[in-house]
T-cell receptor, first 112, second 113 residues
Framework: DTAVSQTPKYLVTQMGNDKSIKCEQN?????MYWYKQDSKKFLKIMFSYNNKELIINETVPNRFSPKSPDKAHLNLHINSLELGDSAVYFC???????????FGQGTRLTVV | AQSVTQLGSHVSVSEGALVLLRCNYSSSVPPYLFWYVQYPNQGLQLLLK??????LVKGINGFEAEFKKSETSFHLTKPSAHMSDAAEYFC???????????FGKGTKLSVIP
């Protein structure tokens, strides 16, 4: 049973395209996150949702838009993809906002 | 605001030797501290955590860490390194009123046979 699952695992796309990454958790957690891991392995929070409400929206271009249709799902839509968007994107969830997070396997996005 | 500093972006140890990965944090509230491990092309897995109580915390795979408030440290140790320990290790901090985990930049552990 996969606790936090993301699809797709790999995504290769051209500049200017729009793409989405889906995330689902079956842990019954109230809080979900999107993190970006750059080529130097640095992890940075992008968004956090608690009970479907956006609670963290870090300095991220408007081209990135999260959507949480319910507590178990948090999707990430990216418009007009740029080369600099290439990274690994991790979805995570936790019981509350400041406890340990459980991570998905990541989506490796490559923009060409 | 919270921050984490991991000393040493790359640590190499011989198989069977002591593993010591250093983590110092900054927090204006009592911290919750975590160590995660990331194997190649995988997500992050929780090794151990400290929230309250006993300052020496034991985790999976024989790892442990000690919370030292006076030194604002949470160093990760393992008495004897195994080849399978080779991975990237991340220290993270949160706390009351925090809405996220703040990660350090990671330490890559290599184990030499």
């Amino acid at each position: 049973d996969t606790a936090v699952s993301q699809t797709p695992k790999y995504l290769v796309t051209q500049m200017g395209n729009d793409k989405s990454i889906k995330c689902e958790q079956n842990l019954g957690h109230d809080t979900m996150y999107w993190y970006k891991q750059d080529s130097k392995k640095f992890l940075k929070i992008m968004f956090s949702y608690n009970n479907k409400e956006l609670i963290i929206n870090e300095t991220v271009p408007n081209r990135f838009s999260p959507k949480s249709p319910d507590k178990a799902h948090l999707n990430l839509h990216i418009n007009s993809l740029e080369l600099g968007d290439s990274a690994v994107y991790f979805c995570a969830s936790s019981t509350t906002v400041n406890t340990e997070a459980f991570f998905g396997q990541g989506t490796r996005l490559t923009v060409v | 605001a919270q921050s984490v500093t991991q000393l040493g972006s790359h640590v190499s140890v011989s198989e069977g030797a002591l593993v010591l990965l250093r983590c110092n944090y900054s927090s204006s509230v009592p911290p919750y501290l975590f160590w995660y491990v990331q194997y190649p092309n995988q997500g992050l897995q929780l090794l151990l955590k400290y929230t309250t109580g006993a300052t020496l915390v034991k985790g999976i795979n024989g790892f442990e860490a000690e919370f030292k408030k006076s030194e604002t440290s949470f160093h990760l140790t393992k008495p004897s390194a195994h080849m399978s320990d080779a991975a990237e290790y991340f220290c993270a901090v949160s706390g009351a009123g925090s809405y996220q985990l703040t990660f350090g930049k990671g330490t890559k552990l290599s184990v030499i046979p």
